[in-house]
């Protein structure tokens, strides 16, 4: 991979990620509801950014590990959001937001990791299980009380169709 090209990808992803940390902050404070949800239509707009460049490189190098969780990382980011947005209940936000505070962390981390194999390797090693334990967390937030129905999702298959867990 290209350094240049590697290098430009970590500096703007460091610079959005920068921006989803504050768009967390928003949705963390339970600001207005028009806030809320102008922070959350920002998080998936450019949380898809770092996820379309991410793909975009990993094809030109498939086995580079740093760029493939960035992508499925994102791109879980990416759904969830568009699936709050549809729900319309600014009060899950808070628990939206309290998996993304986690998510934006990881990605920082494999960003940093992004031209160092091994520290991508030992990176890897724990996040996706924390990932997966995190999105059931939210599964049982969402899938529980007055939200049981209008917000349920299917934790299992949105990670297996993003290639994440077993």
């Known amino acids: 991979m290209d350094k240049k090209i590697l290098g430009d990808f970590k500096d703007e992803s460091t610079r959005i990620l920068k921006e989803l940390g504050s768009l967390v902050e928003t949705m963390e404070e339970g600001q207005t509801s028009q806030a809320s949800l102008k922070a959350l239509s920002e ?10 460049a991410a793909k975009m490189l990993s094809v030109g190098d498939p086995s580079h590990l740093g760029l493939k969780r960035i992508g499925q990382i994102s791109e879980l980011c990416k759904t969830l959001g568009y699936q709050a947005a549809g729900t319309g209940a600014t009060p899950l936000l808070p628990i939206f937001a309290a998996f993304w505070a986690d998510a934006v962390d990881v990605l920082k981390d494999f960003v940093d990791a992004l031209e160092d194999d091994a520290k991508t390797q030992e990176v890897s090693k724990d996040v996706m299980q ?3 334990r995190r999105m059931e967390w939210l599964a ?12 349920a999702f299917d934790v299992k298959t949105m990670l297996k169709n993003l290639g994440i867990g077993g």
């Open 43 to 52: 998080f998936s707009q450019r949380v898809d950014r770092i996820m379309g």
């Open 130 to 132: 924390m990932i997966e």
């Open 140 to 151: 049982t937030r969402l899938n529980s009380g007055t939200t049981k129905g209008a917000h």
